[in-house]
């Protein structure tokens, strides 16, 4: 049947849109791709990148900067015989807000477009066995400080992302299952950690583990590694697998659960019910255990664990050797099923690193030999709140790559977050 001329003319308006669109999000890929030490790209070099026209890049970066996500940076050479252009940086006035619940603490901070932390605050506090409405309600205050110190510092916060120690559903925000919370199929309640005038229907909840290995990915070691495992030590040990720039989940979303990798067929029990998991021997408390370690709180008996370990403690180097000896084991397995290349170590293995990596270096050549070189294995150079800077850093990209979502805005509610 012959479609109404008035039809026609709406899909190909459709279809016009869906090429800005993109478009849109070419642009601002490119400029957000750059080196933060290179000079930032003018018009001509953002056109000759990414093959359209000067015209339509000089359109598309009217309306980026209509709408805030870009700033004009002084001049910009283009070449050796290029004119000066006016050089474009993603605007660092604008952010996101990343949240953490972990185990031990409660974490906030605001993480501009360009992925540098402008804000961080971090609390020590014992969450295990807590109700999520009184763990939510003291990081809502947490995340009102935080806006309020955006707010001063004329930082606009556009979206939110929190992270926490357990499986999730993130479409309809429910925990479900985070054994060292003691929460088990538990819906929370976001709504009140929405940032005021915040674009997207709600706060984006993930796996701290997957986060923090793809904080790795995007502000870290990622960029150079191709396919690796990212293992991070808490009260209990996440991972996260990295394959060609993506996080890969599985089709549960439950893939990368390395602190749930039987390594020993003896062991204890495990929080997740199982029996033996990496997370028996490799996590703190099972480190805090096997060193003698004593103090009230984790953050104290880390401190008093690296103290022993500074002063040569026969028995704080045996339980960390140890611990490093169930990560090469839990690797090494991962490595032959699953094609990876390198091992990433963040949380506190990156700060245990010296007296964990020749141990788990030598378990590797034992358990991999020619598969894990020694080389393979780095350390995390992100600081604790890595799974903060992924939670956020998901929210950036889903900026970046939706840019016309801020243009629809109407102009009063661009400064009702600031
Ligand atoms: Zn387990």
Redesign the pocket.
Known sequence: MRRLPADEGSQAAGRVADVRRRNLSLVLDRIAARDPLAPAPSRALIAAETGLTKASVSSLVADLLAAGLLTEVGLSRDGERGRPGVGLALNDGLGVLGLEINVDYLAAGVVDLTGRVRIQVVEERINSGRGPEEVLRDLSDLSARVLSRAGQDGLRVLAAGLAVPGLVDAESAVVLDA?NLGWSRTPLDLAPLMPPGGRGATVALSNEANSAALAELWYGHGPTLRAYLFISGEVGVGGGLVFNGELFLGPGGHAG?V????VTEEGSM???????????VAGQEAVFAAAGTAGSTPAEKMERLLTALGGGDPAAEAAVARAGHYLGIAAASSARLVDISAVVLGGYFSRLGPWLLPALRASLATHAPRLLDTADVVLSELPQTAALMGAAGSCIRDVLANPQELMEQPPGAASAGA
């Open positions: 054994p659960e602190g749930h990798v039987v495990c929080s997740c019910g199982g029996r033996g998991c990496l997370e028996t």
